[in-house]
């Protein structure tokens, strides 16, 4: 391949300029995502996240305070402020009524309706003045247009975690995901070396049985296993959707994913190496053991992996085998929940979606690796 | 009674057959050889004799006791692989020490004969290394180590030189003789397809061709009395030189016309009854010298020279013969392609054999 | 915190529960017939004997869940597909009758054979032409990376991130997801696009196609890495220019894994749920058949019938693809 493209120049270009849009495409969006999680809520529903570095102008209101916050200076009754409550930022226009928030530059003087004068400086400071006392207790609104610089802020991310939970559901998933992905390892392992080294009747047929049930649907399972747990529930008296009903499911549905990745790469290790530990006097649990485990590391890392991502991620069986409260609903349950009930709260959601997706974003970009080599190991053969 | 002792041993994968009947003797302490062309059934024989493949029909003993049916751990051999099958997670002691601890011996005892081996091989500064960490000759000795710590009955050896380069390949060659000579009474089975390994070590070479022995000899009696024509064949290079021929003259010596018209008599009895039929007349190339005084077995055109030096190759093209006849000449010749050539030999290291393929002097 | 540290005890009780069951039944089996301290024609025996029993100690868990947690609910979901909704009153083909003059079933049938023509075919075109394309560049591992990532987001995450991108705002005030911000920088009016009936499913699919175009690339990039160098320099010599050494040279060298590709995203498209109950639920005619059953499943306290019925139709769609896995399967082992 090298030969072909190092010959032309542009042809090089124009890899490398497709790469990069590519690149772009793929990469924008959950970018975007992470950008507008860390910005200040009122700036990331008012102005694109590409803007982030940029300043937004927003249109605000504020309340000035009302006649008890006014003083009186050389016969004149001044109500002082800062609309920007001591922020960054400047105002560029101003105004007094929800008809005419910007009709007067910032600088200028306006008259009230009551007779008093309102001033609003560039840097937001604001003063009434009039020359009688004021009387009303509710303080005069005051419209602006506020060029804001950008803002960043893990504020979102302290809101969800606390006031939506997130932080529960958290530990929720990974009270799912740890054992769901450790157990089925061992109980594949041992039967993915007796399907690749044992000899006995109706080998070939349980590993085309492994095969067929790779792409089971699991919605097959759904129902007639939550009916058995519902009547298993019943009988103990217990509930029919406990942490223990989610493990057993996972372990099973992980399965013949983990059988077959295992058995392909068990299957290939070099039969003499077996064979001289048989001749050693090892018998098959041993070379188990002592053999093939240690030297199936890769693989076993493999499926950890893919077990890993696939528990974290699933939203299916969780909803099924798993309650809808607090101590039960796991990450992805909770951001489809806030889907629903937060739609258009970006910074609800944005922050969320990052909380559940950066622990298989760093197991992916730390062990990658290992997952590449178990998917071609998967769908390939040989790798 | 001791050694091996092979009845009529046979092995099928379902229908077909692929070892079809061997019977053998191996006496204790000797070294033999099995060799033969790639698929001729000589590791499927090694590898049933060390109970890791099954046997279909027949009987294997070991040392007076039928062991058809005992796992190799308990038949008293231990195997070198071709791959050297190294445990790669397991340092070289571990390595050697792992059918000890297996079968729960003590610290003491896998320390002492784990030493020892080492010691034979040369091995000790490495006993912490990694197999990864050596280089191929080592990890082979590695591998043979590991066998002389079981201390077994019969060494079992699969084709340990073949992935070690030209020169190592000799130097371990050499290493095996010697140790061979250090266990007089261990038995050693030996599998190659390389004549030279086979010639070098063998006290006796098994020669297999699809599943059957064509002979069992020692080295210089395959090279000397080839029992057919797979063995004159398949030992020596280049081949023997077979030519087509009629008996003419019967009894204490053998009168043979080439189809060319030349005759020759080979001190060699025939029965009667081989008159007037076809036989094969073999004779190996470097037993052919140039003629000198206008007698000649065989004459032609040279197709191709091959000068290597010490020899010179000819390759002749002979009237009534289908493959060219070889002759290795020592010394370097200038002869060119076309050129016309006759060659003799000396009729006392001449071969016959009958229209089946069978050496006269066995029959 | 208790939680997951109870959760921990429990991995490692499962964990150790399975040790302690492959230790304790294989010791078992060893002393039950010992191949030590016996004479050799017992102690083979026993080997012997040990050796057939072992495969199914060490099979004996998995078949175990692979039976309770799959097998045996293919069937039970079969002989759902033919009662009722509480599963008690045999209905005969009732439940399949009501599907197929079910608009919602139908709209759902469309929009599956809609994904399952889209998305394969999208995810494998593109996953190829990235793999050709950075295979060439010396940044290719990263670029790889960083398109391979969205395997990691889970289909929620996924659909958050796209919701976002396809955020519409009524026309005049500012967009603030990124596809209406481009259309109306070119001049076009914005558009609530997961809304668009017909048109949203082809904006769903692209959140499935942009996580499975990674998964596409890493297979593509090792099987063409795969081909022999001699093959593609004997067409340069043979004088092919890139093109035709990329269609006729290096994709039927191929084939079996595009296949392959191709293949394993068809199953999870078949399967696909959260994708469309985040977005849209089914709304604006995007439903799809998994969210269908899912809905059947607990709508009004679940009818275990009809959303047994649509599982049997998700799986009679898998079985061509299933039984051509068993035959190249069984095929490679017999090459090994």
Redesign the interface.
């Known amino acids: 391949m090298a030969v072909a493209a190092s010959s032309r120049a542009p042809l090089t270009w124009a890899v490398h300029i497709a790469a990069l849009l590519l690149v772009a495409l793929w990469v924008f969006p959950t970018f975007g995502l992470f950008v507008s999680s860390v910005r200040d809520k009122d700036q990331i529903a008012v102005s694109g996240w590409w803007t982030a570095l940029t300043s937004s102008t927003q249109n605000q209101v504020t309340r000035a305070p009302g006649a008890d916050g006014q003083i009186e200076r050389d016969g004149v009754f001044v109500i002082a402020g800062n609309v920007l409550e001591g922020g960054s930022g400047s105002v560029s226009h101003f105004g007094f009524s929800s008809r005419a928030p910007t009709d007067f530059e910032a600088g200028e003087v306006a008259t009230l309706r009551d007779g008093s004068e309102l001033t609003v400086q560039e840097d937001g400071s604001f003063e009434i003045t009039a020359n009688e006392a004021f009387t009303k207790s509710r303080g005069q609104r005051i419209f602006y247009t506020a060029t804001a610089p950008p803002r960043f802020t893990l504020d979102n991310y302290a809101t969800v975690i606390g006031a939506e939970n997130l932080g529960q559901s958290f530990i929720n998933s990974m009270t799912v995901t740890i054992p769901a992905t450790v157990i089925p390892i061992l109980i594949a392992a041992f039967a993915a070396y007796a399907l690749a080294w044992m000899r006995f009747p109706g080998r070939a047929l349980l590993i085309a049985g492994v095969v067929g049930l790779l792409v089971v649907p699991l919605q097959m399972s759904l129902i007639p296993l939550l009916s058995a747990y519902n009547t298993i529930g019943a009988f103990f008296g217990v509930p029919a959707k406990t942490y223990l009903g989610i493990w057993l499911a996972h372990t099973g549905f992980g399965l013949p994913l983990a059988i077959y990745l295992l058995r392909n790469y068990i299957a290939g290790l070099p039969s003499e190496i077996m064979e001289s530990a048989r001749v050693d006097g090892a018998n098959d649990f041993l070379i188990f053991v002592k053999i093939v485990l240690p030297l199936s590391f890769p693989a076993l890392a493999s499926f950890a992996i893919f077990q890993f991502l696939w528990v974290w991620n699933d939203l299916l069986v969780a909803m099924v085998f798993l309650g809808a409260q607090d101590d039960e609903l796991v990450l992805t349950g909770r951001l489809v929940n806030l889907l629903g009930s937060r739609g258009g709260d970006w910074e609800i959601l944005t922050a969320s979606a990052f909380i559940t997706i950066i622990v298989p974003l760093l197991v992916f970009f730390s062990l990658q690796r290992y997952l590449v080599r178990g998917l071609l190991a998967g769908s390939v053969k040989g790798g | 009674m001791s050694g091996l002792l092979l009845t009529d041993v046979r092995k099928a994968y379902g229908p077909t057959e692929v070892i079809h009947g061997v019977d053998l003797e191996i006496d204790q302490g000797e070294f033999v050889v099995f060799v033969g062309p790639s698929g001729c059934g000589k590791s499927t024989l090694l590898r049933m004799i060390a109970g890791l493949e099954t046997i279909t029909d027949g009987d294997l003993q070991i040392d007076g006791t039928r062991v058809n049916d005992i796992p190799p751990s308990l038949r008293g051999i231990a195997m070198v692989f071709q791959s050297y099958a190294l445990y790669p997670h397991m340092t070289v002691f571990d390595n050697m020490a792992f059918s000890m601890r297996i079968a729960k011996a003590s610290k003491a005892e896998i320390q002492k004969r784990v030493t020892e081996a080492a010691e034979i091989l040369q091995l000790t500064p490495y006993l912490n290394r990694l197999p990864k960490a050596m280089s191929g000759g080592q990890r082979q000795r590695v591998a043979i180590g590991r066998a002389i710590v079981r201390d077994p009955k019969v060494f079992l050896f699969d084709e340990p030189l073949s992935n070690l380069d030209a020169a190592l390949r000799v130097a371990t060659r050499i290493e095996i003789a010697k140790l061979k000579e250090s266990l007089p009474n261990s038995t050693m089975i030996y599998v190659t397809h390389d004549q030279v390994e086979a010639m070098t070590l063998a006290d006796r070479i098994v020669v297999l061709s699809a599943g059957y022995i064509e002979q069992v000899g020692a080295p210089i009696d395959l090279y000397e009395k080839p029992a057919n024509l797979f063995v004159a064949k398949f030992i020596g290079s280049p081949a023997m030189n077979i030519v087509p021929a009629t008996a003419t003259e019967t009894g204490t010596a053998t009168g043979v016309t080439l189809s060319g018209g030349n005759g020759v008599t080979v001190p060699i009895a025939s029965p009667a009854t081989l008159s007037g039929h076809a036989v094969h007349l073999g004779f190996r190339p470097e037993d052919l010298s140039l003629s000198t005084n206008g007698s000649a077995l065989v004459s032609g055109e040279i197709t191709l020279v091959e000068s290597l030096g010490e020899v010179t190759n000819l390759y002749v093209d002979v009237a009534g013969c289908e493959e060219p006849v070889v002759a290795k000449i020592a010394g370097i010749h200038l002869f060119r392609r076309g050129e016309s050539v006759s060659l003799t030999a000396d009729p006392g290291k001449m071969h016959l054999f009958n229209e089946e393929g069978r050496s006269l002097l066995y029959l | 915190?208790g939680?997951?540290l109870?959760?921990?005890v429990?991995?490692i009780l499962?964990?150790g529960g399975?040790?302690l069951y492959?230790l304790g039944s294989?010791v078992l089996l060893?002393k039950l017939y010992p191949?030590k301290g016996q004479d050799?024609e017992v102690?083979?025996?026993n080997?012997?004997r040990?050796?057939?029993i072992?495969?199914?100690l060490?099979?004996g868990?998995?078949?175990l869940?692979?039976t309770?947690?799959?097998?045996?609910?293919?069937f039970?979901?079969l002989r759902?597909s033919f009662h009722d909704r509480s599963?008690d009153t045999f209905v005969g083909l009732g439940n399949y009758i009501w599907m197929v003059n079910d608009p919602l079933f139908r709209e759902s049938m469309f929009n599956n054979m809609l994904w399952l023509i889209v998305v394969p075919t999208a995810a494998t075109f593109?996953g190829l032409?990235?793999a050709a394309?950075?295979?060439?560049?010396w940044?290719?591992n990263i670029?790889k990376?960083?398109?391979?990532?969205?395997?990691?987001?889970?289909?929620?995450?996924a659909?958050?991130?796209?919701?976002?991108?396809y955020?519409y705002r009524g026309e005049g005030s500012?967009?603030?997801?990124?596809l209406n911000?481009v259309v109306t920088a070119f001049g076009g009016a914005p558009q609530a696009w997961i809304t668009l009936p017909f048109w949203n499913n082809f904006f769903l699919m692209v959140i499935l196609i942009?996580i499975q175009?990674?998964?596409a690339m890493?297979?593509l990039s090792?099987?063409?890495r795969g081909i022999s160098?001699e093959t593609?320099?004997a067409a340069?010599i043979d004088g092919a220019n890139?093109v035709q050494?990329f269609f006729k040279i290096m994709i039927p060298q191929i084939w079996g894994?595009i296949a392959?590709?191709w293949t394993?995203i068809t199953?999870l498209v078949?399967?696909v749920?959260?994708i469309v109950?985040?977005m849209t639920n089914g709304q604006w005619n995007s439903q799809v058949l998994?969210n269908l059953?899912?809905d059947w499943?607990f709508r009004g306290g679940g009818d275990?019938g009809r959303?047994?019925a649509?599982?049997?139709v998700?799986?009679v769609l898998?079985i061509p693809?299933?039984v051509w896995?068993?035959r190249r399967?069984?095929a490679?082992?017999e090459g090994?």
């Open positions: 915190m939680q997951l109870s959760a921990l429990i991995m499962g964990v399975c040790a492959f294989n060893d191949a050799t102690a083979s025996r080997i012997n040990v050796n057939s072992r495969p199914w060490f099979l868990p998995a078949v869940f692979l309770a947690y799959l097998i045996y609910p293919v039970d979901s759902l599963g593109f032409v990235i394309v950075t295979d060439r560049i940044w290719g670029a990376s960083l398109i391979f990532m969205p395997m990691a987001i889970s289909f929620v995450g659909s958050v991130i796209w919701k976002f991108v955020d500012e967009q603030i997801g990124i911000a942009w175009t990674g998964f890493v297979i090792a099987a063409l160098e593609i320099e340069v890139p050494i894994t392959v590709v394993t199953i078949l399967k749920f959260d109950l985040a998994a059953m899912f499943m275990f959303g047994a649509i599982a049997i998700i799986m898998v693809i299933m896995n068993i399967a069984n490679e082992m090994r």
